[in-house]
């Protein structure tokens, strides 16, 4: 046993392995991640999950703005975790044409839970795997991910099948904890990835190197959080934070490229 946590210990904080461009861990790996998120997420999620995932709204407002949702867009929450992005949904949408899901049932349950306080269809709630969407090509118009990004197996998978669902001149935004593309996560962060992955999420992906190299998405907005979020805690890691928006490139063909820069250091 403390060979085998050795050895992954040492697969989590090597650079090649925390910044992959694939994100295919070994299956051995990647079943025992799962496993532990899930037994994680369940617990969370019946304990103190809303409690301290609060300090997030503003960065979820910021994210809604982001996504520019119409009185008539169909949208799709990828992770959606317990339901606390319904409270900043744009009063004017139509929620009936939201449709939210996450791996964790007790997540589910949650969000199942609040969905009619905000006119949320219960069905629209669900179970479900971001890397296999059920649903047909151009679906949606906007599709967000709030804090999920880090915790799929394979999210370069997800982001091919957000593309896939995703309608002509739709939108992703994306809310997560990211390293930026002119970055490397220091050695106590990697250190520390192996523990978040394991509990929550992978800490140390990069957005650029998640949507791959035969992507057709391009980011065209790339901000931090930082100052953004409310509560100590929450103020001070939500300069680790970013919100990025995603189109199809052939969609917005004349809208340039950002890239997972701060436009602060771009222009350094």
């Given amino acids: 046993m403390y060979r085998i946590i050795s050895l992954l210990f040492l697969l989590s904080i090597s650079p090649a392995f925390s910044m992959q461009s694939d994100y295919e861990e070994t299956s051995c790996c990647s079943r025992i991640t799962r496993k532990a998120q899930n037994f994680c997420y369940q617990v969370m999620a019946k304990t103190f999950w809303d409690p301290l995932m ?28 317990s339901g606390l992005d319904f409270e900043v949904l744009p009063e004017q949408f139509n929620k009936r044409n939201l449709q939210a899901f996450d791996f964790s049932p007790e997540m589910v349950k949650q969000a199942k839970i609040k969905a009619p306080q905000f006119g949320i269809p219960v069905e629209n709630c669900f179970e479900g795997d971001a890397q296999q969407l059920p649903f047909t090509e151009e679906k949606f118009d906007k599709i967000y991910f709030p804090l999920s990004l880090g915790s799929i197996p394979n999210p370069t998978l997800a982001l091919q099948e957000a593309e896939r669902v995703l309608a002509r001149n739709g939108k992703v935004v994306v809310m997560e904890k990211l390293v930026d593309d002119d970055s490397r996560p220091s050695y106590a962060r990697r250190v520390l990835n192996f523990f978040t992955k394991f509990l929550f999420a992978d800490i140390n992906r990069n957005l650029t190197q998640m949507m791959g190299t035969n992507s057709r998405f391009k980011i065209v907005d790339y901000q931090s959080l930082e100052n953004q979020l409310s509560g100590v805690f929450m103020r001070k890691i939500g300069a680790y934070y970013r919100v990025a928006t995603i ?7 004349d809208t340039p490229s950002q890239g997972a820069r701060l436009n602060t250091k771009k222009d350094d």
């Fill in 54 to 81: 609060r300090g997030f709204k503003p960065g979820r407002a910021i994210s809604m703005n982001a996504l520019d949702i119409q009185p008539d867009d169909k949208v799709l929450f990828v992770g959606e975790g």
């Fill in 247 to 253: 189109v199809r490139q052939d969609d917005y063909p």
